[in-house]
Nanobody, 127 residues
Framework: QVLLVESGGGVVQAGGSLRLSCAASGRTFNTSDMGWFRQAPGKEREFVAAINWSGGRTSYADSVKGRFTISRDNAKNTAYLQMSSLKPEDTANYYC????????????????????WGQGTQVTVSS
């Protein structure tokens, strides 16, 4: 079991930056992929970024490549999403998630691959 709590959301002007944090409790954090997803009103939840259990592999949605960076600190049981050059279309509720699979050889990018979810943190980018 993994309990996830996101923080760091807020309102920022276009071109600005935010860093989201995802604090995890539970003994499986260090062996799980961590993913960030987002959902805007009236839209489906979409993949943003993911990092494998060791931190050695990452994956990004095309829409955020070059602007967002995912990382993790297993000693602190925390995952991060550094967001730069934010655009109004990045406005959404952002969720972190921990994968079902442990010690995965792949980086999971679909919501179905994730068993544990945080409550979300709102990011609003004004133009």
């Amino acid at each position: 079991q993994v309990l996830l709590v996101e923080s760091g959301g807020g309102v920022v002007q276009a071109g600005g930056s935010l860093r989201l944090s995802c604090a995890a409790s539970g003994r499986t954090f260090n062996t799980s992929d961590m993913g960030w997803f987002r959902q805007a009103p009236g839209k489906e939840r979409e993949f943003v970024a993911a990092i494998n259990w060791s931190g050695g592999r990452t994956s990004y949605a095309d829409s955020v490549k070059g602007r967002f960076t995912i990382s993790r600190d297993n000693a602190k049981n925390t995952a991060y999403l550094q967001m730069s050059s934010l655009k109004p279309e990045d406005t959404a509720n952002y969720y972190c998630a921990a994968s079902r699979e442990q010690y995965s050889m792949l980086v999971h990018t679909t919501p179905a691959s994730y068993a544990f979810w945080g409550q979300g943190t709102q990011v609003t980018v004004s133009s």
